[in-house]
């Protein structure tokens, strides 16, 4: 954000320098005045990170409205591991929470690793998973979708959990013949109403299940690491969301390409994501990098989102920028947040 977008916000708020140092204030515990944020309007000082988080969020925010949710979907996917899909996943959901969206995270991935990192331990898990309440089985038609859909401590945003149970399913989803690619989209048809927004986070592989969240999405966001293997990866992956566009939702369509775990300071990292932009860029739109940085690798241990743990985190820029190309998409951000 900038100081002329920092400006603007204020000036479509209706507020004084004055007014918004004190909503500044009463949003970080600061004591910040009108001098320091005249100086960050005209560029002479940056926004501290977590002021930065929290405004970037903010623009994004749409005006209170009674027409019916759209339950947009969006796919978080690459075949290969080690990319940051669950990361980008948990984090995009966060950032479209905190902007007042209605959000469902999908975990679609057997290592579950996205419900925990909401705040369901794994003991949860295990116990949801005997009781026959994780997204396998209402998947596989043994429980109703509306019936294992879990708050989260962000206010805001609900999950569909997920364990190992679900590996299962794609090698029995194939033998259910009448909805073999097209189950997860039938069962998200009844709770999308509730919702603006369905992140589905998944899995590693381009298997049963994540053909039917391809064939489920009305978008799909491609998180590449700054490296060549999976760089390699998104043109496979690619194809596959073509064969899916020609086959079974003819609606999808790409978002974007997030690249990933950055060192500005490698020459590699500095290749790839200049490989990315030469290949894609022209046709895609390529997101704002998420630099690597040692909070993400902390909030993963605790199980927590990265942004909810330090709102100004390295890569919030690149998730606002999603979120609002994800809002503008879908009809439902007329101004748009540059982060890039």
Request: aromatic share 4%.
């Amino acid at each position: 954000m900038t100081g002329e977008e920092l400006k603007a916000l204020r000036e479509r708020r209706g507020l004084t320098q004055t007014q918004m140092a004190a909503f500044v204030n009463e949003m970080t515990g600061r004591k910040y005045d009108k001098q320091r944020l005249s100086k960050w309007e005209t560029g002479k000082e940056a926004l501290p990170r977590d002021v930065l988080g929290r405004l970037m969020m903010m623009a994004l925010e749409q005006p209170e409205t009674t027409e019916p949710r759209q339950g947009t979907t969006i796919a978080v996917g690459l075949q290969k591991g080690g990319t940051a899909k669950t990361a980008t996943s948990i984090n995009l959901a966060f950032v479209l929470a905190r902007a007042g969206n209605r959000v469902l995270l999908v975990d679609a991935d057997p290592q579950g690793n996205a419900t925990v990192h909401v705040g369901i331990p794994q003991a949860d898990v295990v116990a949801l998973t005997e009781a026959g309440k994780v997204l396998y089985h209402a998947l596989m038609g043994k429980t109703r979708l509306a019936d294992i859909i879990l708050p989260t401590s962000v206010p805001g945003l609900d999950v569909v959990p997920s364990s190992i149970a679900l590996a299962s399913a794609d090698t029995e989803l194939p033998g259910n013949l009448t909805n073999a690619q097209t189950a997860l989209a039938e069962i998200l048809d009844g709770v999308k109403a509730r919702y603006d927004v369905v992140v589905i986070d998944c899995a590693p592989n381009l298997g049963a299940v994540t053909i039917n969240a391809l064939t489920a999405a009305d978008f799909v966001l491609v998180p590449c690491q700054a490296e060549p293997h999976a760089i390699l990866g998104v043109s496979a992956f690619l194809d596959t969301v073509a064969k899916i566009q020609r086959r079974l939702n003819p609606r999808l369509a790409v978002l974007g390409i997030l690249p990933t775990m950055f060192n500005p300071r490698q020459t590699q990292d500095r290749s790839s994501l200049d490989d990315i932009a030469r290949l894609w860029g022209e046709e895609r739109r390529v997101f704002p990098p998420v630099p690597r940085a040692t909070i993400y690798a902390q909030a993963a241990g605790a199980n927590v989102i990265t942004l909810d743990a330090d709102i100004g985190a390295p890569g919030v820029e690149s998730y606002v920028a999603i979120a609002a190309a994800l809002l503008r998409a879908s009809g439902r951000l007329p101004e748009v947040v540059d982060a890039a």
